[in-house]
């Protein structure tokens, strides 16, 4: 807790009592041992941020964004929705450490996202946007009970802006959802999505490896070895199958 | 009010490379040095793990190891007349924190900057006349050399264990080394990286088209090494993972690999982390600074005097801390006085990604280190003849890819749907027959009157002090040597067998949401005349002679190199300056 918040950048709020004095550091490197800061890895479990609905609707973005096929699942099953899900509920979700000191106005593109609210918020609003935006042309119907191919002309029309939602720019934030799905089907899976590293053995991509200095001057061959994540593999962690 | 503490020879402000190097340097003199760093301590055993830093997500994507723009950001527009709006989230850029600074997760490259370069303005206006250069273009003569600032780049490089293969070695073209470079002492001190697949590629299809391509210097070493302080480095295994990530290997030069295991065991250095300066104090007369004030993790406020100050922060912090500090003159666009803010630049980047047939190619491109490369240097600085083109200034281009994150490396052609059953598919298709080169374009950007750094009206830090404001654009003497490099650079990877190519010019407006590099320069200028630059040839300032500005702020403009060597090789230069003249007869070493 404490080196995390270090290492957030908050460390003059959270310092306690004793240590409130400038530290001085001299004669040695101060490091002890086993002081590292590994990443916690999601536990499965309910939705922490998404309410039931909104995570059946990111679901089904999910698996539009990036479908399943045969050999690959498509991103509900790659677990797309639980990475956005602990994403949002997260520091990300709360845009901690970013600057959010007013006054909000609005600029040019070229000045970047100037908003009071983090993608958490952003998130939520743009869920009931587009749910009622979904109800209205389907009779009534959220979009996670649609036919793929009308989910699919949905999100075409959103993304042209044929569609518009209330009080949302519609086709900017798909393009922001595009990039959080495909985020999460290529991070490592300990982060809830990729899960199996099925992204990573799509692709060809052998995972958290540190050393290829026998690879490095073996041109055009293709490497042999299969993924590995920084929890390692799935066969690692489960008790083999009887 | 701030508590004051026993005084000091020497107060370090930022414990990066330039605050290291000058840190050994003093402390080898004898003076009691104390450094402050506004971040955290970091080392490789602790912080650089083997088992967890290979994670895209959260080093390069969420920005672990650098500033928090809730710590310090900055304001940006395009132009005067437009209002500037906070950085909330780093973009064009991405600042460092703690000790190491950015040695800690740079990707290594290591260049020397050209003869000519040291000597801009004299040297194009003699070629090509004063009218050839735009007339509100505000570039400048360094007031050094490359041959008086040679043993220091060789100094710098040792200390990092460089490893190259050399062009110019005493005034001899070297076969396989950049022959466009200035002449060097010695060879580097380890031999160049070996390349991967595209790399080598790349390197035949500019010998083909009559180039001369050479390995990129590099921080990231190919044999273990120890350096001259007797720390030892170890070879680079090509994780992949090197920019925006520490090493964990002690194979890539940091200051954690190469300087404090050796600095912090001496009896007269000592740091203070998780350290904010607030401002440097000058005493009445406003040319004596006294020491500075800094606040703790607690939020508490100290005063450190020492009888020297070295402002060794990243660039642009230092000319944030130079305005808040009230020292020098605030630079004015419009009366075109002050230096304060002048001259700001940064680097005009773009790149071609080529797509390869995946049956024919497969280049493991997830195999790479932070500088790896294959280099062409003839559209570099002013190699060519820039007359038939009308702009000034070009840049390296090269193969540099290092590594092929998945997150920010699974791309498709143009025209390919973003989302999808065929991106997936065409992701699939493509991942490991895609050129992706890093910094392919790696262009100079030239200053200019109205592109520069003030305090911004409105928007402010955490201890109610003002942001400093950017206002930058491209100018048109830029856009077009970029799209001069990138159409070269794309008939390069043409030549290479490419399916499909994917040029990205740089064009205007300058975006401050898509990154280019961390190398923003300027603002706090090095030259010969107080009127337009903050500090002399040695990096002291004009108007306080007890202190010295270290670091790329001192850059009159930026040629067509990572900055990261000179960056260096100026420290170890200023801090020759210091122990040979300065300490003999402490006070302005140059005549203003």
Redesign the interface.
Known sequence: MHRRA????A???I?R?S??????????????PN?????DPVTLGPWVYFTSDEGRTIEALAD????P?PE?PGGKDAGCAVYLDRQLAG??GR?E?????P?F?K????????SEKGPAQEYREFLAAFDKASKLQFGGKPFFELQTEDQ?RFLKDIEGEKVKLDGVDGKAFF?QI?KD???GF???PL?GGNRDMV??K????????????D?????????PLPPVG?TGRAEWNTRAQR | MAKRLPKKDVVIIGLGWTGSIMANELTDEGLEVMAIERGPWRDSPTDFSPTYMQDELRYRIRHELFARPEQMTFTFRNKMDQTALPIRSWGAFMPPNGVGGGGVHWNGEMWRFLPSDFVLKTHLTQRYGTSFLPEDMTIQDWGITYDELEPFYDRFEYTCGTSGTAGNLRGQIMEGGNPFEGPRSRPYPTPAQPQPFSHTLFAKAARELGYKPFPQPSGNLSTAYTNPLGMKMGPCTYCGFCEWFGCANYSKASPQTTILPHLIRKDNFSARANSEVLRIEVDKTGKRATGVVFVDASGEEWEQPADLVILSAFSIFNVQLLLHSKIGKPYDPVANVGTVGRNYSHQTVSSVNGFFDPKKYNFNPFIGSGSIGMCVDEFNGDNFDHGPHGFVGGGYIGQVQTGARPIESTLVPPGTPSWGAEWKQTVKHYYLSTVKPGTGVHGGFYSYRDIYLDLDPTYKDRFGRSLMRITMDLKPNEIKQNKFLTDKFAEIIKTMGAEKIAPAYRTAPYDITTYQTTHINGGAVMGTDPNTSVVNRYLQSWDVSNLFVLGASAFPQNPGYNPTLTVGALAYWAADAIRTKYLQSPGRLVDG
């Open positions: 270090v290492l957030a950048g460390a003059y709020l310092f009592g240590r409130a004095h400038a530290t001085t550091i001299l004669d040695h490197l101060p490091w002890t002081a590292g800061n590994p990443p539009q964004i990036i479908p096929d690959t520091p990300y845009q450490g970013l600057y959010v000191r006054p106005m600029g040019m593109k070229n000045q970047g996202h100037q699919h393009a595009v799905m495909q985020m290529f991070a490592d982060y992204a990573w799509m692709i060809g991509f052998p995972g958290a490896r540190y050393n290829y200095l690879w490095v001057g073996r041109h055009n061959e293709k490497f920084l």
